[in-house]
């Protein structure tokens, strides 16, 4: 007889070709050499500073454009949700309507913005300011990171506080709590989800991006996702490649477990 | 007995549609004030008024004789229960007590037995390491009363409190309320538009219809005396005639004069006529004022709801005896609950009902 | 006072999301070959060269068709597995869900790499077949996690009482779950197509030489200054965009697909 859970076999093969394979490949590939004997030197390879720094480098940046996000999101998201819920709509059409026009060329507008004879610093001259040259600096790709990934820590929170209930908040000024405690004790821990969720969704793409770097540091600046395209793409060896990109992954999860701790350590944490 | 809160010329509209016109309103010290009415009628605007929620366009609040119009919420010596109890999730039940007299910054011993305290007294001891969410919809209620009180409000205010709970637990509750407001000794200002709820708890009852007070006294005197139409028809079942006045005690309903009590509407005055179903008196035929044939026969338990068609006008009884459809009855009122109102004079007072 | 600082900052956190999108705009109608912060007059002619480029039409033809090949299968596949996961247990569910979960999770570099160190392994040529693949692979969470919850919602009522009435299971589901499900089927579609018409970081990794989706292309010109025909059509793609998004908007009150998930890198 035929089985409805069969249904799903087609899926089932894309998720084993497309996901499980694959990530047992680059464990494969990381564990072995060039000619397919056992080796850790791969994995080792992170210890070279060639290597290590990019991958510092990136985790200091990520969590650079993680916070600066974080800090510009949850106001945002306070101010937003008092503008009330009818106007919910037009805000997240408004964040997500930059995503149509190709996010490179978003980013070299950047670098077209921030040349030493760019708009910002014609304007800057003309007011009579110093030239902003941060264009080609680690600077430049912070900010390249915040304008790119802004947007994924803005949606998820202001997702979750305009679905806070207004009646709590109401209730904590009913009981005596002054503008900023209601903020502290009620908006805060319970936007949680929605910064935990936003926390990820710029935090991992910010700690793995090469484009950016590339873009806006010009060629000088290498992060880790530097490193492993050059490994992939530029003549550089697979196996070192799958090595460190195994190794950047296990400082992700060690990110996201400790970002974890603290969220429940916070909701202890409440008054 | 002083007013602790005067509502003074409060008028309120939002998007152009104007909510309370112009409201009056005193509260005496330690009342159990019921609002009641239907949705829309302003009852909750009234409360948000008072507890801080809301600022009114025009008019003044006084708490004690004085003006706390501008006064945030949390500056107010008010606190309120809200409708859907609206417990903070991520707090324990001891935290969600424990908010308010932490603000204010009181020691861990007092506030442990406040705790207690007010756990007791809503009798839910020893729950106050429980999760908000693992409770019971009558049990986060009682939650949010004891957070509201143990602050010592001298005025607590209610939304609809017990409107989310099944008819049992909201008899409960009634009760329960009513412990509580004589154990404390406070004000309480109750919304509702269950009028059963109004009558049961409250020492005033304050009927609101279209932004305007309709009616307010005590439960009796708004049940027995109703002083125009919509009351009549909010608070309970009524028979609701045209009739005229046609001199003191005497008025002429259906073409048929009944002997009433009421004086100074004039001579041959048409006036509206209230009977409360449960006051008509059905009869053998010919032996009542008025003759009339049964239309519609239903068991409601406590007694027989019937429909009495009579002079022109379906009346509406109640009885424990059972009368078939279509026997013939005859229909009896004593002096005593015949109740005349005047008429509307305007469309505002016209008598809307809506169905709650 | 409080009130203008709280729309100053909102403003200027929006000015900020538009500013780049802005300043490629106005390049568009600059006269110079190549982008860059000088102004050299106003112009038309890129939007004529857009179709007289021959990369960038290729590039945006084969955009497109991945984008729409690609969510249309994944959607395919996506709906009908959806209907199979709702006769999982409970335990079956929870893993594959979890499968879902990675590709949305995993830094995007790593499933690039991943998928590109598969097709090495087998001995298969990165082309237009391998950037497919990939593009379906990264598409289908997004129309299993839009399906799954309608179709849960949806309960199983409906399908039963079509079958009471006399409909087969296949008539059924066509004439009864389907429609009810179509928001949720719409919505993945949509938020696939944009993913995959986004995507650079996965079709940089899997294409073959030569061939190059308007991402590729962009970032292969990034380093000498990017072509003006390319800034045009890209002005193009967001005006069309923006006029369809706010017809919608207006017309119903809401946005498309709502693309919340996961940026490009």
Known sequence: MFKRKSLSLPYILFILCGTVIPLLAILYYAMVDKSGHFTLANLAAIGDPLHLKPLLFSLLLAFICTAICLLLAFPLGLMLRRSGAGKKGFVIFLLILPMWMNFLLRTIAWKILLQKTGVINAILNAVGLKSLEIINTPYAVVLGMVYDFLPFMILPIYNVMIKIDNSLVEAAYDLGASPFRVMKDVLLPLSMPGIISGVTMTFVPSMTSFAISEILGGGNISLIGNIIEGEFLRGGSRNVGSGISMVMMVFILISMALLNKVDKNGEGAVV | ?356 | ?265
């Open chain 3, 1 to 265: 006072m409080k009130k203008f600082g709280k729309y100053l900052y909102i403003g200027l956190i929006f000015f900020f999301l538009y500013l780049p999108i802005l300043t490629l705009i106005v390049m568009s109608f600059n006269d110079n070959e190549r982008t860059s912060g000088v102004w050299y007059g106003f112009t038309l002619k890129w939007f004529g060269e857009i179709f007289q480029s021959q990369d960038v039409m290729e590039a945006l033809i084969n955009t497109l068709v991945i984008a729409v090949a690609s969510a249309a299968i994944a959607t395919l596949v996506g709906v009908v597995a959806c209907v199979g996961i709702m006769a999982y247990t409970r335990r079956q569910r929870t893993l594959i869900l979890q499968l879902t979960n990675i590709p949305l999770l995993n830094a995007e570099i790593v499933t690039a790499i991943s998928l590109m160190l598969t097709f090495g392994m087998f001995g298969i040529s990165l082309g237009m077949g391998t950037i497919l693949f990939s593009h379906i692979c990264f598409c289908l969470p997004y129309v299993i996690l839009n399906v799954l919850p309608k179709l849960r919602q949806a309960g199983s009522s409906t399908y039963e009482a079509a079958r009471d009435l006399g409909a087969g299971p296949v008539k059924a589901f066509f004439s009864v779950v389907l429609p009810d499900i179509m928001p949720g089927v719409a919505t993945g579609f949509l938020m696939s197509f944009t993913m995959s018409v986004d995507d650079f970081v996965i079709t940089h990794f899997t294409r073959g030489a030569g061939i190059n989706t308007l991402s590729t292309l962009i970032y292969s010109q990034q380093k000498r200054g990017i072509r003006a025909n390319m800034c045009a059509l890209s002005t193009v793609i967001f005006l069309v965009v923006l006029i369809v998004l706010l017809v919608r908007f207006f017309l119903t009150g809401r946005t498309t697909a709502d693309k919340t998930v996961k940026g490009g890198t």
């Open chain 2, 1 to 356: 007995m002083g007013n602790i809160l005067e509502l003074v010329n409060i008028s309120k509209s939002f998007d152009g549609e104007l909510i309370l016109d112009e409201l009056n309103l005193d509260v005496k010290e330690n009342t159990f004030m019921t609002l009641l009415g239907p949705s829309g009628c302003g009852k909750t605007t009234t409360l948000r008024i008072i507890g801080g929620f809301t600022t009114p366009d025009e008019g003044r609040v006084l708490f004690e004789g004085r003006d706390i119009t501008n006064l945030p919420p949390n500056k107010r010596q008010l606190n309120t229960v809200f409708q859907k109890y609206a417990l903070f999730p991520h707090m324990s039940v001891g935290e969600n007590i424990a908010y308010g007299l932490k603000i204010s910054g009181k020691s861990k011993t007092y506030i442990d037995d406040k705790i207690k305290y007010a756990l007791k007294l809503v009798n839910m001891d020893g729950y106050a390491n429980r999760d908000v969410s693992q409770l019971s919809g009558g049990q986060q209620q009682r939650i949010a009363i004891a957070r509201a009180i143990v602050n010592e409000p001298k005025v607590l205010l209610l939304d609809e409190p017990l409107g989310a709970l099944d008819l049992k637990l909201r008899q409960d509750m009634q009760y329960e309320l009513i412990r509580l407001k004589n154990e404390l000794g406070i004000t309480f200002i109750y919304v509702t538009h269950d009028q059963e709820e109004a009558l049961t708890m409250s020492d005033t009852v304050v009927v609101m219809n279209q932004g305007y007070i309709q009616q307010m006294g005590t439960p009796e005197s708004i049940y027995n005396e109703p002083e125009n139409a919509f009351v009549a028809t909010f608070i309970g079942d009524s028979n609701i005639l045209s009739g005229l006045m046609l001199q003191d005690k005497l008025v002429r309903i259906c073409g048929v004069n009944f002997i009433c009590v009421d004086t100074g509407f004039g001579v041959n005055k048409p006036v509206d006529v209230v009977i409360r179903p449960e006051d008509v008196i059905l009869d053998e035929p010919g032996m009542g004022q008025l003759d009339g044939v049964v239309t519609h026969l239903i068991f409601k338990g406590v007694h027989y709801e019937m429909e009495v068609m009579a002079g022109d006008f379906e009346w509406l009884v109640q009885s424990t005896e059972m009368h078939a459809v279509g026997e013939a009855v005859s229909l009896r009122v004593v002096p005593d609950n015949i109740q005349i109102m005047n008429k509307p004079e305007s469309e505002d007072e016209e008598a809307v009902v809506i169905d709650v």
